[in-house]
């Protein structure tokens, strides 16, 4: 069993170093949207096919370790949530490569820079994904616990965003079939990004309580 136990450090390793690639696109990301004169897009897309790579590797240990040991009761357990925070953190890095598109998008076609409630978005999305994959690593429910709960303040922010960049000018505006709508559309897709960013959180933290306890909550889509 020793060579299932090194197995199983090395999956861990590698579960690491996706979550870190994870938090420093996010991270990265919110620069970006700080600072729009910085092109963050360069960096984010060759982190996401690092982040490609390391799910496809990943998945294919998990096969491999599931079809040689056919582990049970608690190694099963954890060889299965590997799979599943290795998808949400793949589901992170395309949130992150459709943040800085957008970003793109509004540069471009408007004169408009994110609302400072996007930036509020962001950083909280960014303690939420440094908070989720740190209390899975570290099998921490109470931290799983905490940062689950903050999707209600991500998701509290997102509405308030469409209710600012949805305002009476800009439905006018629509209505009048005035071409100027790239910025607050983008700026909206942003922050439903953002909040995506959120709810794959939300099931990371999931799979801290299917770990520790064997509960688990049905996932966000």
Same mark, same amino acid.
């Given at each position: 069993?020793? @060579? $299932?136990?090194?197995?199983?450090?090395?999956?861990?390793? @590698?579960?690491?170093?996706?979550?870190?690639?994870?938090?420093?696109?996010?991270? /990265?990301?919110?620069? %970006?949207?700080?600072? +729009?004169?910085?092109?963050?897009?360069?960096?984010?897309?060759? !982190?996401?096919?690092?982040?490609?790579?390391?799910?496809?590797?990943?998945?294919?240990?998990?096969?491999? +370790? &599931?079809?040689?040991?056919?582990?049970?009761?608690?190694? &099963?357990?954890?060889?299965?949530?590997? !799979?599943?925070? /290795?998808?949400?953190?793949?589901?992170? =890095?395309?949130?992150?490569?459709?943040?800085?598109? #957008?970003?793109?998008?509004?540069?471009?076609?408007? /004169?408009?820079?994110?609302?400072?409630?996007? +930036?509020?978005? =962001?950083?909280?999305?960014?303690?939420?994904?440094?908070?989720?994959?740190?209390?899975?690593?570290?099998?921490?429910?109470?931290?799983?616990?905490?940062?689950?709960? @903050?999707?209600?303040?991500?998701?509290?922010?997102?509405?308030? +965003?469409?209710?600012?960049?949805?305002?009476?000018?800009?439905? #006018?505006?629509?209505?009048? %079939?005035?071409?100027?709508?790239?910025?607050?559309?983008?700026?909206?897709?942003?922050?439903?990004?953002?909040?995506?960013? %959120?709810?794959?959180?939300?099931?990371?933290?999931?799979?801290?309580? !299917? #770990?520790?306890? =064997?509960?688990?909550?049905?996932? $966000?889509?």
């Amino acid at each position: 069993m020793k @060579r $299932f136990d090194q197995e199983l450090t090395e999956l861990q390793h @590698r579960l690491v170093e996706m979550g870190e690639l994870a938090e420093s696109m996010i991270a /990265t990301v919110v620069r %970006g949207l700080e600072d +729009i004169s910085i092109d963050v897009s360069d960096v984010i897309l060759e !982190s996401e096919d690092v982040m490609d790579n390391l799910q496809v590797t990943i998945d294919s240990e998990v096969v491999r +370790i &599931l079809t040689v040991y056919s582990p049970v009761a608690t190694d &099963l357990r954890y060889v299965l949530t590997v !799979s599943h925070v /290795t998808s949400n953190l793949e589901r992170i =890095g395309d949130q992150a490569v459709n943040i800085v598109e #957008l970003l793109q998008l509004m540069m471009a076609r408007s /004169t408009m820079k994110p609302e400072p409630r996007i +930036i509020q978005m =962001g950083h909280a999305v960014r303690e939420m994904v440094n908070g989720a994959i740190g209390a899975y690593i570290n099998k921490d429910s109470k931290e799983a616990d905490k940062y689950r709960n @903050r999707d209600e303040y991500v998701d509290s922010l997102n509405d308030q +965003i469409m209710r600012e960049v949805l305002s009476e000018e800009i439905a #006018l505006k629509a209505l009048k %079939g005035e071409p100027d709508l790239a910025g607050p559309l983008a700026q909206i897709l942003i922050a439903r990004s953002l909040e995506r960013v %959120g709810d794959q959180c939300c099931n990371i933290c999931d799979e801290v309580f !299917s #770990l520790v306890g =064997g509960d688990h909550i049905k996932p $966000f889509q």
